[in-house]
């Protein structure tokens, strides 16, 4: 995936939320986790990989 290029793993799915999922009719989401082992630069990759996606996805 685009952001498993950039060394970012995330989580996507229904997160225990179905009931909020189907109340905004959405069908998943994607998240994005961190704790005291991340750091400045795993969210710099995070946000370089969302940029990345945005750039893909814009011209598809």
């Given at each position: ?48 990989g969302i ?10």
């Amino acid at each position: 995936t685009i952001l498993d290029g950039e060394g970012v793993c995330i989580r996507a799915g229904h997160h225990c939320a179905q009931p909020l999922m189907r109340r905004l009719d959405l069908s998943s989401t994607a998240r994005a986790s961190f704790y005291l082992y991340n750091d400045q630069s795993d969210i710099d990759a995070l946000v370089a990989g969302i940029m990345k996606a945005k750039e893909i996805f814009a011209t598809a």
